[in-house]
């Protein structure tokens, strides 16, 4: 689970079709991320994205996290006119040996973004 840093400012500042545009790079960058894996991504809401990877990857959360974070740093260094994009993250695993419903692990995925957008506010 993802969430863009700062969407809402985003949009105050430089209206919605500047925000969908950085959302559309958002989806690209998750996209690019993402490639050669059977990973279902999707836009979760808002300015929140969701990555869902199906068990025994070749890759697991924490190498598609640091494909995002290295990806969001290129398009940073890449694009200096804009503004820069920031995204915190967040992610549970499904452990078939617990009885975990979908809704707890998206639950615990987005307890754990919250978190991380937390602690970047407080830096």
Not at 6 to 15: A, H, L, S, V
Not at 42 to 52: K, M, N, P, Q
């Amino acid at each position: 689970m993802m969430d863009v840093d700062g969407f809402k400012q985003i949009n105050d500042t430089y209206g919605h079709f500047y925000g969908d545009g950085v959302l559309t790079y958002v989806s690209q960058i998750l996209k690019a991320s993402c490639k050669n894996t059977n990973a279902f991504l999707a836009r979760y809401g808002g300015d929140e994205f969701c990555i869902v990877l199906p068990p025994n990857q070749e890759v697991d959360a924490e190498e598609i996290i640091a494909r995002v974070h290295s990806n969001v740093a290129n398009w940073n260094q890449t694009h200096p006119e804009l503004r820069p994009i920031g995204l915190s993250i967040g992610y549970a695993e499904w452990d078939q040996k617990l009885d975990i419903s979908y809704e707890s692990l998206l639950a615990r995925a987005d307890e754990r973004m919250y978190s991380v957008k937390n602690a970047k506010k407080r830096t």
